[in-house]
């Protein structure tokens, strides 16, 4: 279903090549300013950019239909939406009959039927994160006021990884150069790996890494609904995202107990940890380090180069062109995503533990 | 909260310390026949192992409170309960003074004050998944009469990784082998590791892998409900899970499309993945291939070496030193929990989205 | 919060005077044939009667922005909008002052602080309706596309009762008339007495009375979602709504068991009652005799004449005059929000328990 | 399904003749002081009363699984449970072929097909509510801790009003006789009312009236979890409800806008209302005055006289006799339950709105 959240709770609508896309966010409390500018610069920072992106152009425009009043929010449901212009629905008729490998395309005309609405994408439409990203945005000014920060960056570009420690301070640098690397060394090499994937007809895979910073201890709420739990569900919306991990992660599989845990110290009078290799969550719960996690970006489905594929009619194998220039790499314009729907997350579990009010 | 699930809802009770640990499973349809020995065994698969366990010795005899009458499900919500009966809380107390590392202790105690159960873990111990598992064996039962079949195994112990390609098969070989390892020639060398690192008063991670087989096509309700964010919210409530991969998962961010990308063939009629890097999830929903991810399991946090620890009452830093024998490794207990999950997951969507009626 | 139902999901935006009201509904199979014509005739109906209703003169045009394509819907989740254009503003900032009695003006201003948009009544006011009868009359097509019909009427208006036996044959003769009166006799009863009231700047209250017809047996998922429960939600987001009962109601009270219990008979072959009490529900579930539900609606809280009411700033009692004119009864314009929010219930609970899909 | 509830979340277990009855309540916050005698005096107040009741004799004994340590509570789930003693279900397996009318007999058997579980009513049973009860007092006691009062009492049985205007002490006093009646000259009238109806063979239906007291405004969530919506869909569990009013009600619909709005009025500096016709919600909102609604329950579907019905496998109308002797009034018995469940939906919504922490 569309809609995700309890005490903050997001419905996205619209489709890719529809009229519109949009978000409604019921739970934002009233009175919070509201810089519909930020909201812009979100959405714009999603984007395709100049060089190794997508030409498909949208203004990506954000209209206000309800929920603010006066530059602050009202109580109510705030509803955000932003017309899709740029359109070019008629290559896509085609994939109904021949479905692209790593798309929808088949799964949807399985489960919708004929009747699925594929063009762009249709809901699968990566487009749907110009919502999300808007509605994003809102919670991380709600946490902002509470001195909670989330940033994320490209940690991972096909062959090229940055090995680095990182902190809020990098991630926030990453806005400035359109790999959304952590480093200004990495930016020349992760550029080079995507622009050698589109060269070559193909795209490349990556990690994005996300951090908040400020968080409270004792936001989550175990058993099921945890901080990892309630994080990995939206991240999964995400298109593309094939993996999560919290703290080490898949790496806390070769260490042992004695490496991962991380000891207890006072910084300041506070009860900190010495490290983070959870990730800043405990028992499902935030210890008071920053959160951070990472998520696995699967390399762009929608390649230049033949791809083998059926042709459901016939019944025949044949080979896929698809035509159109795509992302060769979606990681750099996932990171304003994942933060978005990461602030999300971590607003709502904030005021369902009463944490946040 | 301790309530999960759609169509097919579980709601776990219950303390690790408390009189007992039971599910409610609501959703289960009517007149399935119930082998109560089978979830018995499923149970008694998630006992530690012989040799590398903890000497926790419980039981953990199922009990059957509603739901079930002569055999057969009645369409009310499915009770099941087990008494807890070897329990010593006498060494829990000093857990509120001295939080023990990677454990919730602190944070359990930031959120519910001085009143929360630390007791043997309380709500955050692992013996909350003895009532996962039985409640997750009616799922299987479930799943199993549509010839969906869900089993895992142990991918890795510390640095022992089991490179092989694994189907079901192997999966259910693992249930003879007290590491739960896919091949028997992985068995020795994993043992090892969970012993070396059990000698050393340390303990060691893991990663368990999953596999469904059978799975129709079009499980999964995105753009916020699909297959991999649902599955993800609910391992993450298995504790010690720090990550989850779909498909090639992590391994995406370094691949190219063109290789990442399953080519769609035929096989007996049926439009099948030439590979499965997708893990049986395109756009979300089942593409009838099966479904594969994997967990990585952190080391225990309970081990028997010093570990630098706060003292919350004089603020100094302190040595702890955790009694008692716990298991070195849980990734092989983890196994049926995991399976468990997966089963209780996939019925639900299954129910959904009405593919599994 | 503005979203409701489980597997036919509504999520309501906009207010009374921002740009639009909308719906967007996910759950709403793929390929439904959708008649937007129909839709917006139930749109129209909702509208003011000439003569008796508030001047407020909006188009109400609905706009569809997803879901919708080539007349069939595609699976995703339907969007439909409609703009607010005869708005008008100014006169409401005065009830933040001195709020009307019987509104939400004080508890809104209490609830959401200075911020709450109260202009038109915000998220409180009837209009939020329009967009609940467009997504209705969606959820009224999938209903009789299996053969379920819904239909309301006006059963009580101030001193005027209607007394006969009613079925869906005059709950549809209602949509001729003006007053929603289900027998011609009874329209200029009822009609005088709504201008009566609106002559003396007053208002007056009436009662809604809905059937469903064609329903299977089996809707309903008690213990706690019963037919009863879903649909009382349901209806109290209504504006007005301050009672409701089904079968005899409020009546069951003084009458025996013997004359409450619905004898069963065999009809055609099949089991039905002898007379219908219970409103076509037992246990919580539909029993295959029609759904038969009335509520009960309060009188038009704004009235012309001079009402006590209290200075917020002063603290003083003072009088308080509403300009404008109003609907001096909304019971005949509630019968189609009731009739699609019947529909949407309905329809939800037959998605659940799988018996209709 | 058997859970409701969003922040305090409430899932029952157990069937009437099966080993248990149940509950879990999740949400808690931890430290409550607990008074296990107060739970178990609730439930006894739901007993059937010497004189007028079914001799169904239970000892009741709620005894605590989880959640409560040292008398206080843990922040964990409650699990509370009563073993059912004194159970006959010889007699109900007639019912799957001759349904009793006014039971879920048949749409059970309808639903859950033949598998169902009749014995005692099974999930559909009024014995479920003694562990709506027992959590129910945990969700008063948590209102009594901000000086909220929540008491019902029965407002009429059959032909015997009570006209009277009533409040907190009133109800509060009917707990000491049998019918609840919340005035000592009704008692010997409404006991009189059951009697009769139980001696010829019959029952008698009736009206519970509930008032909550002290709660503070801002309570509900509009636009469709309102206070009414909420307290509805959980008054339609309790078995044997038909209709549900707040304020005035039903009565409203005869009544003038001048008549029904209640003026605001200042009261020891609080601003308050003269009157409370609207029962103390606004706009789906608590205003501040006492919430008081009221409930109809149908005459007890269980009566001796022979009744018409079908015996289904024959197809043939037969005459039905239930033996034994039943509760010829439930009302009384409802007094506890409705108390308790309208506790379970303040204190969710009280802590949902953050208005209660």
């Known amino acids: 279903m569309n809609t995700i959240g309890t005490e903050l709770r997001l419905t996205l609508f619209g489709t890719s090549h529809g009229p519109c896309v949009g978000a409604v966010l019921d739970g934002i409390p009233p009175g919070m300013a509201i810089d519909l500018e930020r909201i812009q610069n979100e959405v714009d920072l999603r984007k395709p950019a100049a060089g190794i992106g997508t030409p498909r152009q949208e203004e990506d425009r954000v209209e206000v239909l309800s929920g603010i009043l006066e530059g602050r929010s009202t109580g109510s449901p705030i509803t955000l939406m932003v017309v899709n212009r740029n359109v070019d629905s008629s290559k896509y008729e085609q994939f109904k009959r021949v479905p692209r490998p790593g798309h929808a395309d088949l799964v949807a005309r399985s489960k919708?039927?004929?009747?699925?609405?594929?063009?762009?994408?249709?809901?699968?439409?990566?487009?749907?994160?110009?919502?999300?990203?808007?509605?994003?945005?809102l919670a991380k000014m709600l946490l902002e006021e509470r001195d909670i920060r989330v940033a994320a960056f490209v940690r991972q570009i096909g062959s090229v990884r940055d090995t680095g420690e990182r902190g809020l301070a990098e991630a926030l640098f990453s806005r400035s150069n359109p790999v959304r690397a952590a480093s200004p060394e990495l930016v020349e090499r992760m550029m080079e790996e995507v622009l050698k994937a589109g060269k070559e007809g193909d795209?490349?895979?990556?990690?994005?890494?996300?951090?908040?910073?400020?968080?409270?201890?004792?936001?989550?709420?175990?058993?099921f609904d945890t901080v990892e739990g309630e994080m990995a569900k939206m991240m999964f919306a995400v298109p593309g995202v094939k993996g999560i991990e919290f703290g080490a992660g898949f790496a806390a599989a070769s260490m042992r107990g004695s490496?991962?845990?991380?000891?207890?110290v006072l910084v300041d009078g506070k009860v900190r940890t010495a490290k983070n290799d959870a990730g800043g969550i405990l028992g499902g719960i935030t210890n008071?380090?920053?959160?951070?996690?990472?998520?696995?970006?699967?390399?762009?489905?929608?390649?230049?180069?033949?791809?083998?594929?059926?042709?459901?009619?016939?019944?025949?194998?044949?080979?896929?062109?698809?035509?159109?220039?795509?992302?060769?790499?979606?990681?750099?314009?996932?990171?304003?995503?994942?933060?978005?729907?990461?602030?999300?997350?971590?607003?709502?579990?904030?005021?369902?533990?009463?944490?946040?009010?």
């Open 259 to 264: 490496q991962h845990n991380d000891p207890f």
């Open 288 to 357: 008071g380090m920053p959160v951070v996690f990472r998520v696995a970006i699967k390399p762009t489905a929608s390649i230049a180069r033949g791809q083998r594929s059926l042709d459901l009619q016939s019944g025949r194998e044949t080979e896929l062109k698809i035509e159109g220039r795509h992302d060769p790499c979606i990681a750099p314009r996932a990171v304003p995503v994942v933060e978005a729907a990461a602030a999300l997350v971590l607003a709502d579990l904030g005021m369902r533990g009463g944490s946040i009010d």
């Open 112 to 137: 919708y039927a004929e009747c699925t609405d594929l063009r762009g994408g249709g809901q699968f439409s990566g487009r749907m994160t110009v919502a999300l990203v808007a509605a994003g945005t």
């Open 203 to 223: 795209s490349v895979g990556g990690v994005v890494e996300c951090i908040a910073d400020g968080l409270p201890m004792g936001l989550g709420e175990p058993f």
